[in-house]
């Protein structure tokens, strides 16, 4: 009876700890993560300006290489759900999305906050947080003198990270182990 009774405490105490452990970890890898985007959008931000500096604002709408380069730039990271390109007046030019993350209608949504100024960048940090449909997005906006790039990534973890927290969750399950055997040997 008593060993039944250890070995139910173990097993509820060690979902109780790995349910408060992961969320507090997974808080804890965000920063991490705005690092790795930050890096990530800086290389593309480096990419398009040197395309657009090539391009007249006023081609911007038809120009099918950017259209294509920016399908491009969505397609081949992971993270990356929509890239925009806006005037000063943050009226939309052109934009690509990836189709799996973003619907049309989310799409839409995005755009209109564009346009309707609702995402302004910050000075003290490198991104802006909006959620839509539950879902957590990151905005970086690059403000060149004629034009305004806006790249937006959805929080998704990077498989490295989301290994080191099942990687950590099976040492705390392991400890848990230890622990219920010691105390069942002790019994």
């Known amino acids: 009876m008593k060993k039944t009774l250890v070995v139910i405490l173990t097993i509820i105490l060690c979902i109780v700890t790995i349910v408060i452990y992961s969320k507090y970890r997974m808080s804890s890898f965000e920063p991490q993560y705005i690092g790795f985007l930050t890096v990530e959008n800086s290389t593309i931000i480096k990419q398009l300006d040197t395309l657009l500096q090539k ?10 290489e950017l259209a294509k380069c920016l399908e491009q730039q969505v397609k081949s990271l992971q993270q990356l759900s929509l890239i925009a390109i806006t005037d000063n007046e943050y009226s939309v030019l052109i934009a690509a999305k990836k189709d799996r993350v973003i619907n049309q209608k989310l799409f839409d949504a995005i755009i209109t906050d564009i346009s309707q100024k609702k995402l302004l960048p910050f000075t003290t940090f490198p ?11 990151y905005f970086f906006i690059y403000n060149a003198s004629h034009y305004i790039i806006i790249t937006t990534y959805s929080f998704i973890l990077p498989k490295n990270l989301i290994i080191k927290l099942a990687l950590e969750n099976l040492l705390i399950v392991i400890v848990f ?7 069942i040997i002790s019994l």
Do not use: E, F, M
């Not at 991104?127 to 879902?135: C, D, L, P, V």
């Not at 182990?177 to 105390?183: E, L, N, P, Y």
């Open 127 to 137: 991104q802006i947080t909006r959620y839509y449909n539950n879902t957590k997005y």
């Open 55 to 64: 391009t007249n604002i006023a081609g911007i709408r038809g120009d099918k």
């Open 177 to 183: 182990i230890i622990i219920g055997t010691a105390i």
